[in-house]
């Protein structure tokens, strides 16, 4: 087992979901899911919350990935339920 998986066995794992404007037009409404059920799936090992802009869609305006989500200090491009999900 990678000791980067053992650290996120034994923390809490911090997921961000970006709900700025452009997440927001590029699809992030529909990983609301994310907050309304994944902490009832994972009880107190993953905290889910929205959050406002995080900046990066200024970073990568000509190529935007958004929506974007952060899980840890891992940023997920394009992110949709199952991406989000895989990345734990
Ligand atoms: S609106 Fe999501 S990173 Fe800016």
Do not use: H
């Not at 899911?33 to 009832?40: G, M, N, R």
């Not at 869609?57 to 491009?77: G, L, N, Q, T």
């Amino acid at each position: 087992m990678s000791t980067e998986r053992m650290k996120r066995m034994s923390q809490k794992i911090s997921v961000k979901v970006c709900l700025g404007t452009t997440c927001f037009v590029m699809g992030s409404s529909n990983l609301q899911e994310l907050i309304e059920t994944v902490p009832a799936k994972y009880g107190d090992k993953v905290e889910v919350s929205g959050v406002p802009c995080l900046g990066l869609c200024s970073i990568d305006w000509e190529f935007s990935k958004a929506p974007y989500v952060k899980v840890d200090d891992e940023v997920i491009k394009e992110a949709t339920v199952e991406k989000v999900l895989i990345s734990y």
